[in-house]
């Protein structure tokens, strides 16, 4: 097994990550969640019960968050995305703005930042019309000062690099 370094030793370690093979572990997993015990077992040529008490240590310090799906938005007929770069006004409690905007059904993403922008959100609607429409509706919520925005093309890294085949996803 070549060596490869999620994060460095000394941080790993804080974190519970507690070997090679759970980097190497990590690493299958970010790639398909849905492996299985006995395939990562055997890729890693290890028994299946040390993968399973490594994946159990993994999940109870938290880093292991969570196993999800990743929803081709284009097949749902929603093909148009957006980066939203957003601004409060300061004098508002910014996590009621947050909770407002995370329970809008286009937006797929929202991270608080530091900078220039208070929030970042990642949008997929139908079309641009309807992709203008939130738009101009997050620019109404109370709170909100503005909405800069900037189309995304195509994608090329989704989470940790989910290309298989060359074929986009």
Same mark, same amino acid.
């Given at each position: 097994?070549?060596?490869?370094?999620?994060?460095?030793?000394?941080?790993? /370690? *804080?974190?519970? %990550?507690?070997? =090679?093979?759970?980097?190497? #572990?990590?690493?299958?997993?970010?790639?398909?969640?849905? /492996?299985?015990?006995?395939?990562?077992?055997?890729?890693? =040529?290890?028994?299946?019960?040390?993968?399973?008490?490594? #994946?159990?240590?993994?999940?109870?310090?938290? #880093?292991?968050?969570? &196993?999800?799906?990743?929803?081709?938005?284009?097949?749902?007929?929603?093909?148009?995305?957006?980066?939203?770069?957003?601004?409060? !006004?300061?004098? &508002?409690?910014?996590?009621? $703005? @947050?909770?407002?905007?995370?329970?809008?059904?286009?937006?797929?993403?929202?991270?608080?930042?530091?900078?220039? &922008?208070?929030?970042?959100?990642?949008?997929? !609607?139908?079309?641009?019309?309807?992709? &203008?429409?939130? @738009?101009?509706?997050?620019?109404?919520?109370?709170?909100?000062?503005?909405?800069?925005?900037?189309?995304? $093309?195509?994608?090329?890294? $989704?989470?940790?690099? %989910? #290309?298989?085949? *060359?074929? =986009? %996803?």
């Amino acid at each position: 097994m070549a060596k490869a370094y999620i994060l460095g030793a000394e941080i790993e /370690a *804080n974190l519970g %990550i507690a070997d =090679e093979v759970d980097r190497h #572990i990590l690493r299958i997993l970010k790639m398909d969640g849905r /492996a299985s015990i006995r395939n990562i077992a055997k890729r890693l =040529e290890i028994s299946p019960a040390t993968v399973s008490r490594k #994946i159990k240590k993994l999940e109870e310090n938290n #880093i292991i968050k969570a &196993y999800v799906s990743i929803i081709e938005d284009d097949e749902l007929g929603k093909g148009t995305r957006a980066v939203l770069l957003v601004k409060t !006004t300061g004098d &508002y409690d910014s996590n009621q $703005v @947050i909770e407002r905007l995370t329970d809008m059904d286009d937006i797929c993403n929202v991270f608080l930042t530091m900078g220039n &922008y208070d929030m970042i959100l990642t949008a997929c !609607t139908t079309d641009e019309n309807e992709l &203008y429409r939130m @738009i101009k509706r997050i620019r109404g919520e109370e709170g909100v000062l503005w909405v800069d925005s900037a189309s995304i $093309v195509t994608r090329k890294k $989704v989470l940790s690099k %989910i #290309i298989k085949d *060359n074929k =986009e %996803i």
